[in-house]
């Protein structure tokens, strides 16, 4: 019999639909699976044993034919989603016994469309971090080398579709915590344009930069989960208001030619020679595939990584007040004041990172520094959308690397700044609001790589018919 | 950018973190190096550049003013760490003269 647990999500889909197996036999094989190997590789926090209980369900409607789009299929959630009477830790002390009153947006649109959650997986504490190694609970491994870092902050989430735990899973992406973590695991990971997918319910970090995404084994599989989590919601105010085409039908079709640009300057200044090489191969793959290429000039973008940690700190740190001790989550022992409850509360519920951002946040935001640092960096936010949108009128999406180097054994990166720069790639598009992803380039000493793939607002469709036309002629997203 | 310790017990004040002493100078480390990088958007004039803060450039989606019934306040205070009676609990801030 074929292991369920490695297909793919749209193969998954045909055999429920087909009868060659049930939602009961996928979701009781991946629970086995997840109880067996979460032990090593600690990417969930929470397991949901009752989704088998929720899988005959869905059987019982898949055999009256009254399945949705995603009946019965089994997903893991990023522990930044919350769900109705379940715990959301945000990889957090803070909300180590934070029981959600209500759920996200992207539960309910995934729930509505007929899957089934396995567990929520671990993260970065609040998604500050490139490694996985902040979370109150410990860090996540690497499927593919167990002495490495999933990357971060959705590590849990990567590592969980890496190693076959689900056939895909949720995500956020503030400054690269999708792409970066996928190309680390070697999966596919896409973050729509900012406003396609719904902040409500997904526990904020930087609000001008936080979007929900998907991990999954190729990018046939992400476009029809990312095109399940998107749309309009009248709850976020944020959201875009703007019809959601069919993004799988967007990213299987023949009939979409593309001009993919090559930012020359960036390219020139890869430091790692394997890493420099393994880019200009992907572009030949492309080119071999029907893509033109060209050459362009993407300007200021040695700005973003400066500009993003002023502007993700001083969010952070406006966003996270609410943690106060009072209504919800950790509150200190016995404070003997109000302020001593606030700042008690906080200094034990926060691990060092988040506090260092929110530290940096407050900073930058204080009397005197605000127009040096926040307007400031808001002015190159500006230049960084520029340039982009300069580029966008003479090609269709732009391809750089995803990160500098493959993951990076646990602990091994002390220095923050060194940390922050493993965002290096990703961090632009956030800053602008674009859509981007990236997909398995190959390997260096059998450590995957990723290309990212970059497109112009609401053009997801178009990043994913690269994607796509990349893995129609490579097999590096089938080799975990 | 230097930041002094008078610096780093001015922002933990306004960001309510109480910082012990002993971890001081390695955080203090850290904070130099995170805005030593910070500073380098010096070297870009940007005196004609609009400020960006927000992706979304037009208003708000702000929906209808209308009160809804969404809210369950026992449902909401059921995990707050200390309530009585529809309230939250926080230590005494204003002092009683007898």
Redesign the interface.
């Known amino acids: 019999m074929t292991n369920l647990t490695s297909l793919s999500l749209l193969e998954q889909i045909d055999g429920l639909k087909n009868k060659k197996f049930s939602s009961e036999e996928l979701t009781s094989d991946y629970l086995k699976k997840i109880h067996k190997k979460n032990k090593d590789l600690n990417c969930f926090i929470s397991i949901d044993d009752s989704a088998i209980e929720k899988a005959k369900e869905c059987d019982e409607r898949i055999s009256k034919n009254k399945g949705n789009i995603l009946e019965g299929i089994p997903i893991a959630h990023k522990d930044i989603f919350c769900i109705k009477d379940q715990r959301t830790t945000c990889g957090s002390k803070m909300l180590d ?3 959600s ?1 209500y759920s996200s947006t992207v539960y309910e649109k995934l729930s509505n469309a007929g899957v089934i959650t396995l567990g929520k997986t671990n993260m970065d504490e609040f998604a500050m971090g490139s490694s996985n190694e902040t979370s109150f609970y410990g860090n996540v491994k690497n499927p593919i080398d167990l002495e490495r870092v999933p990357g971060g902050s959705s590590g849990g989430s990567a590592a969980a579709v890496s190693a076959n735990l689900c056939s895909f899973s949720t995500g956020t992406d503030t400054g690269g915590s999708i792409r970066q973590p996928a190309a680390f695991c070697g999966i596919t990971g896409i973050k729509p344009t ?2 396609r997918v719904s902040r409500w319910g997904m526990i904020a970090f930087a609000s ?1 930069l936080d979007q929900g995404g998907i991990f999954a084994k190729n990018a046939l599989d992400a476009s029809l989960a990312l095109e399940n989590i998107s749309g309009f919601d ?1 709850k ?6 703007k019809k959601v085409p069919s993004l799988l039908k967007e990213a299987s079709s023949k009939d979409m030619d593309h001009i993919v640009g090559i930012p020359k300057s960036i390219i020139t200044n890869i430091k790692d020679a394997k890493v420099k090489n393994n880019f200009e191969e992907s572009i030949k793959i492309l080119e071999n595939s029907g893509i033109k290429i060209k050459e362009i000039e993407l300007p ?1 973008l ?2 973003a ?3 993003y ?2 502007i993700a700190p001083a969010e952070c ?1 406006a966003n996270l ?1 609410r943690y ?6 950790h ?1 200190c022992e016995d ?10 509360s ?2 034990e519920g ?1 691990g060092d990172e988040v ?2 951002r ?3 946040g ?3 935001l ?1 009397a005197g520094y605000y127009d040096a ?1 926040y ?9 960084i ?1 520029e340039s982009f949108s300069n580029a966008f009128k003479e090609v269709s999406s732009i391809a750089m690397p995803t990160c500098a180097n493959v993951s990076f054994k646990l602990n091994s990166i002390q ?3 060194e940390m ?1 720069e493993q965002d290096i790639y990703t961090i632009p598009a956030n800053l ?2 674009l859509p981007a992803m990236s997909v398995p380039s190959g390997k260096i000493n059998n450590l995957p790589l990723g290309i990212q793939f970059i497109g112009d607002y609401l053009k997801e469709g178009i990043i994913l018919n690269i994607a796509n036309k990349f893995q129609e002629q490579t097999d590096f997203h089938k080799q975990i | 950018m230097k ?1 002094s310790e008078e ?2 017990n ?3 004040a ?7 002493d002993d971890i001081k100078p390695k ?1 203090i480390e ?2 130099e ?12 004039d ?1 005196d004609k ?8 450039g037009d208003a ?4 209808e003013d209308i009160s809804d019934k969404n809210i ?1 306040r026992d ?2 205070q ?5 309530t009585d009676d529809g309230f ?1 609990l ?4 204003i002092e009683q003269n007898d």
């Open positions: 016994n934070f029981i009153p900012y406003g001008s009248p976020d105010s944020t959201s875009i208001n200021n040695e700005y990584l400066p500009a940690y002023v740190s007040s106060d001790g009072v209504r919800f989550g509150r404070p003997v004041d109000l302020n001593d409850l606030y700042s008690r906080r200094a926060f506090k260092k929110i530290l940096i407050t900073y930058c204080s640092y307007i400031k960096a808001q002015k190159i936010r500006n230049l959308k220095s923050p700044v922050y602008a609001g | 930041i610096t780093l001015n922002i933990s306004l960001s309510k973190i109480k910082i012990d955080l850290d904070l190096a995170i805005m030593a990088m910070v500073d380098e958007m010096n070297k870009i940007t550049v609009e400020p960006m803060s927000h992706p979304i708000q989606n702000l929906r369950d449902a909401f059921k995990h707050a760490p200390k939250y926080t230590p005494k801030v």
